[in-house]
């Protein structure tokens, strides 16, 4: 696709339930990455996919996150047992990776409300 | 680890003024630095990035920042504002060591407003 693509855009969801936020990378592109942005602040790093390397999962706030990427491609950030302060707005970026000084591909985001 | 701090949540200035958007960082192994850009309602962009070649840096808009290891500081400029530059600005850092990439860490971001 011409950009990263995130799906839902906009998710409402009940306080408990698990929900899964969709990234699609920009073809090529071996680096993703999560983050969280929320009013005041700012963008939380989640995790970080490179290529076939273990992912650095050192910015998932609780066990109820979670992310995998199939095939290096398609990625799924999963959160189970919603709670209210889970509401944010989570970004999706890509790279061509390599040296960490490519320039991020950000997605649109999924704004996700918990009631 | 990496991480930079932006000093001020909110700027204001008048339009055609100077913008100085403050960013210091810490690093360990010789950094990265970025600047993105949020406008209203639209997603990330880059605005410049230093890696490690000329200190001062041109982007996109009439931005530019200066890499100046002594004060570990890559603060955003531009001579004149304009109405269009109302936007959050965020500060990253990144680097590459002997365990690989590292990841790119933001600052909580400036938001920026253009006094008519």
């Known amino acids: 696709g011409a950009g990263v693509s995130q799906s839902p855009s906009n998710k409402v969801t009940e306080k408990g339930k698990d929900v899964e936020l969709r990234c699609d990378p920009i073809?090529?592109?071996?680096?993703l990455y999560w983050y969280r942005q929320s009013l005041g602040q700012g963008l939380e790093f989640l995790i970080y996919?490179?290529?076939?390397?273990?992912?650095?999962k050192s910015g998932l706030p609780s066990d109820r996150f979670s992310a995998e990427r199939t095939g290096g491609s398609v990625s799924t950030l999963t959160i189970q047992r919603t709670q209210q302060e889970d509401s944010a707005v989570y970004l999706c970026?890509?790279?061509?990776?390599?040296?960490?000084?490519?320039?991020?591909?950000f997605g649109s985001g999924t704004q996700l409300s918990v009631l | 680890a990496q991480s930079v701090t932006q000093l001020g949540s909110h700027v204001s200035v008048s339009e055609g003024a100077l913008v100085l958007l403050r960013c210091n960082y810490s690093?360990?192994?010789?950094?990265?630095l970025f600047w993105y850009v949020q406008y209203p309602n639209q997603g990330l962009q880059l605005l410049l990035k230093?890696?490690?070649?000329?200190?001062l840096v041109k982007g996109i808009n009439g931005f530019e920042a200066e890499f100046k290891k002594s004060e570990t500081s890559f603060h955003l400029t531009k001579p004149s504002a304009h109405m269009s530059d109302a936007a959050e600005y965020f500060c990253?850092?990144?680097?590459?060591?002997?365990?690989?990439?590292?990841?790119?860490?933001f600052g909580t971001g400036t938001r920026l407003t253009i006094i008519p």
């Open positions: 970026a890509s790279s061509f990776g390599g040296s960490g000084s490519e320039k991020l591909f």
């Open positions: 073809s090529g592109h071996t680096a």
């Open positions: 996919f490179q290529g076939n390397s273990a992912p650095d």
């Open positions: 690093s360990s192994v010789p950094p990265y």
């Open positions: 230093y890696t490690s070649a000329a200190t």
């Open positions: 990253a850092v990144s680097a590459f060591s002997n365990f690989g990439n590292e990841k790119l860490t």
